[in-house]
Structures are given as C-alpha cells and as structure tokens.
C-alpha cells in the first residue's frame, strides 16, 4: 500500500508502475521533464489511453497515470491527485478568446461565467456529462434551468447510422466512377497497367488514421465530412480496381476471338462483352469496397463527421463499453446488411448465364 501525498513521495516508491498517456510522455512539460526535476526512476513507465488508464488503475494494472484535475473518474473512483510541490507544472487558466463580430449579448454571457466554475463543480457537471451521454443536458443544468429527458438511445444511433450510410454510399459510388474505368485501363500490359495497380496499391498501405491526417491540411478538405469521403474514396478503389482489371484479363481468347468476329467496335465489345463478362468480378471488388468503408468510416468520427463512429470514439473516451457498442454493433449490423444486398444485386447485374451452375 502506498502512502504518498505528493510528487516528492513518489520518488521513494520506483517499484511503482505508471500508465502515462501517449501525449503526456513526449510533451515538453511531459514525462521525462517532470522525471528529471523530480528525480523519478519508475520500474515500470508505459503509454495507454488517457479512459483505459482509469480502467487500468481500478483492475491494479498500474498504480499511477496522468488526468485532468477536473476529471469525473478522480471522485467516482477515490482517486488522489499527487500535489505538484516543486512546482513544475505552469497555471493552466481558461480565457475566454472571441470574434470582435460577435455580439455583445453573446459575449456578456460567457462573460458571466468567469469565476463560477471551480474544480468540484466541473467534476460534478462531467460526472453527469459521462452518466447521461448528453453535455448540454449537464450545462443546462448547471444554468439551473428545466431540462427535458435524455435524448432517446434509438433516435440518436438511427441518427449516426443515417450519416454513417450517407459516408459510406457517396464515397463508393465515387469509387465505382473512378474505379471501373481506371479498372479498364489497368487491364491492358504495359507500364499504365502497373502504374495504375501500383498508385491504388500504395494508398491501401497508409493506415487509415494517418490517411485522415494527412488530408486534413489540403485546401477545401480541413475539419469536414469531406475529407472523411475521400479517404473512404481512395480505400475504397483497390478492390475495385483490381477486381476490374482481373474479371477483364480472365475472359477467355476465344470469346474475344468471338467478338472480334462479329466485326464489334472497341467500344461496343467492351459494353456487350467484355463487362458482361467480367461483372461477377467487378461486382465482388464494389462489395468487398463497401463493406471495407461501412468498418472504416467510423474512424470519420475522429474529424467531426459523424456516423457510427461517434459513439465508439465517446465510449472509448469514457471507458464505457455500452456506449462503444452503440456503434460497433449497427455498424457490424450495417456491413451484413450490405453484404446481403449485394448477394441480391448478383442476381441484377449478373448476366444469368454466369450464374447457372457449371456442369
């Protein structure tokens, strides 16, 4: 059992363990500044999520982590904040930064909030943030004002559902736009086949959060539901791709001999033939496309665009696994669900003779 009180005590104690977020340890008011002017040598220092650390501390996992002062979990847990007695940290004071076109009844209101808020109150206010899932529902009742029942669980995930397939359907079909005819041109030889199954190859290597970060700082994408359609947009075009490009190359020589012999025109083979022919392949790499972007538009989330992913970001944050699958069990039920519809889809697209068992 640990006696400590403050920073200065832990340094007596190198046997304990310390679960520190990922920021925390390469800040320059982090870890290892705070370790040196301490004089901390711990036996066991490792990164992990800022919700899981309190998960982590409550099963014993690990004995120490870094919070926010006005954390819920610090008074529903009975948790000590260790007093920073040499001083290390600097003052973290809330200012209030605003437009000068703001008007000033907006302003006079935030105004008024200066000084009331102290650290038990906010506590309180996240502790009934975390309970209800609903933050204005925890500022109105800080205001004192009459507040209606919690949002309804159903409207709110038929809510993210309604974003997560609009993110999803308008990246796919960009994809089948772009998709099936860089397909076709993938199917050719030569240095453009290679080229183009190389470029679409490549972009399926980033992983997807660092794909997001890497689109946000280009011009009239930013913090948008945009950004998050065109990276499902470029994850999405692989399969496509590919599966065009390799339904094509499957035809066999002497059905193009057929073709050919019927005098068809380029064009005209293409349409009557060869994309008949291939449609079995071209219509599994948009399914498998489809139900990649259903699993990976929940990362969209993380930039503001809502969908499924929100409360899967929200449960992970708060540590509570009912809120996590609030949306990875529509979105599990989301990507079988379109899985089926394409099975149905066989039976459009498909040209009946491909699917008539062989014999």
């Known amino acids: 059992m640990f006696h400590v009180a403050t920073i200065s005590d832990l340094a007596r104690h190198p046997e304990v363990s310390a679960g520190l977020t990922h920021e925390f340890l390469d800040r320059r008011d982090g870890w290892g500044p705070l370790a040196a002017r301490y004089g901390l040598s711990l036996g066991s220092v490792r990164g992990i999520d800022h919700a899981l650390g309190y998960a982590a501390l409550r099963s014993g996992a690990i004995d120490v982590k870094d919070a926010y002062s006005t954390d819920a979990r610090i008074a529903e847990d009975d948790l000590a904040v260790l007093d920073d007695d040499l001083g290390f940290f600097p003052r973290y004071d809330a200012v209030l930064l605003y437009r000068l076109a703001l008007p000033a009844p907006a ?8 000084g009331r808020i102290d650290g038990a109150t906010m506590i309180r206010l996240n502790a009934e943030a975390e309970r209800t899932k609903d933050y204005a529902r925890a500022a109105a009742l800080f205001l004192g004002r009459n507040t209606s029942a919690p949002r309804s669980a159903a409207r709110q995930i038929a809510g993210w559902t309604a974003r997560h397939v609009q993110l999803v359907a308008i990246s796919v079909l960009l994809a089948i736009v772009a ?13 453009p086949s290679r080229l183009i199954l190389s470029a679409v190859g490549v972009v399926q290597t980033i992983p997807a959060l660092a794909l997001l970060a890497l689109l946000v700082p280009v011009p009239f994408l930013g913090i948008s539901p945009a950004t998050a359609i065109v990276a499902l947009f470029l994850y999405s075009l692989l399969p496509i791709v590919r599966n065009t490009a390799t339904g094509l190359q499957d035809i066999a020589p002497d059905l193009r001999d057929s073709a050919e012999a019927l005098g068809l025109s380029r064009s005209a083979r293409l349409a009557r033939v060869d994309l008949p022919l291939a449609s079995r392949s071209i219509l599994a790499g948009i399914k498998t496309s489809a139900v990649i972007a259903v699993g990976t538009a929940t990362l969209a989330a993380l930039i503001g665009a809502g969908g499924l992913g929100e409360p899967i970001v929200s449960g992970l944050n708060l540590n509570d696994h009912v809120t996590i699958l609030e949306g990875a069990v529509p979105a599990a039920l989301l990507a079988l669900l379109v899985q089926g519809a394409f099975e149905l889809a066989d039976r ?3 040209p009946r003779g491909l699917r008539l068992p062989r014999g």
């Open 107 to 114: 302003v006079s209101a935030l105004a008024s909030l200066s």
């Open 179 to 191: 998709g099936i005819p860089l397909g076709i041109a993938a199917s050719g030889s030569g240095w």
């Open 348 to 350: 459009v697209f498909i």
